[in-house]
């Protein structure tokens, strides 16, 4: 199976501030990954798709790039309802994988 | 309202089995393929299965394969995941997933997982 590691696991950061979030694969996946964000008690939202297509209704300020074995997720203007955590998935074959997630803190 | 509704979580003892089901409301499930995730509390993701709009092709992770059967009603557009042989660690949380279906201008399928459940915890225990 196909492993993505995340990184940092988790890190602190600012309102207005910018994060980036890293989510690499033990062999190369094409584009074929997507970003969700999850928040305490709650089920995953989609954020980015095929690593760099924006949800519909996400904001703008989530961004995606990457290809073959290393994408990230970057975060520019933090807002205060973004703390929370973030996992990739790959659909590049079975079985589908998430990340072990990053957590975005205060 | 477009949305999906877990049920049939519950506590049950190792060995023994459990049906969940999925009740779509909004769209019609014929329509998208479907995927169960599960997500032991405080921890990360894990992917379980899928199962297209006709009800014939889909895919399993390993350790429920044998296992696990995912299934759908689409007259009554509720997806079913049958859990049988049930360990301790299958204790999660469970939700049932709507696939965006997007596919590019070559035709290659990218899943995105866009409409979760509220999930329904699944407990084995003695």
């Known amino acids: 199976a196909i492993q993505l590691t995340q990184s940092p696991s988790s890190l602190s950061a600012t309102v207005g501030g910018r994060v980036t979030i890293t989510c690499r694969a033990s062999?190369?996946?094409?584009?074929?990954l997507a970003w969700y964000q999850q928040k305490p008690g709650k089920a995953p939202k989609l954020l980015i798709y095929a690593a760099s297509i924006l949800q519909s209704g996400v904001p703008s300020r989530f961004s995606g790039s990457g290809s073959g074995t290393d994408f990230t997720l970057t975060i520019s203007n933090l807002q205060p309802e973004d703390f929370a955590t973030y996992f990739c998935?790959?659909?590049?074959?079975?079985?589908?994988?998430f990340g072990q997630g990053t957590k975005v803190e205060i | 309202e477009v949305q999906v509704v877990e049920s049939g979580g519950g506590l049950v003892q190792p060995g023994g089995s459990l049906r969940l089901s999925c009740e779509a409301s909004?769209?019609?499930?014929?329509?998208?393929?479907m995927h169960w995730v599960r997500q032991v509390p405080g921890k990360g993701l894990m992917w379980l299965c899928n199962?297209?709009?006709?009800?014939?092709?889909?895919a399993y992770a390993d350790s429920v394969k044998g296992r696990f059967t995912i299934s759908r009603d689409n007259g009554k557009n509720t997806l079913y995941l049958q859990m049988n042989s049930l360990r301790a660690e299958d204790t999660a949380v469970y939700y049932c997933?709507?696939?965006?279906?997007?596919?590019?201008?070559?035709?290659?399928?990218?899943?995105?997982?866009?409409?979760w459940g509220q999930g329904t915890l699944v407990t084995v225990s003695s």
């Open positions: 909004g769209f019609s499930l014929s329509s998208y393929w």
């Open positions: 997933v709507r696939d965006l279906d997007y596919s590019d201008t070559r035709g290659h399928h990218f899943d995105a997982l866009d409409m």
């Open positions: 062999q190369g996946i094409a584009n074929d």
């Open positions: 199962l297209n709009g006709d009800g014939k092709s889909g």
């Open positions: 998935l790959q659909d590049y074959n079975y079985p589908r994988t």
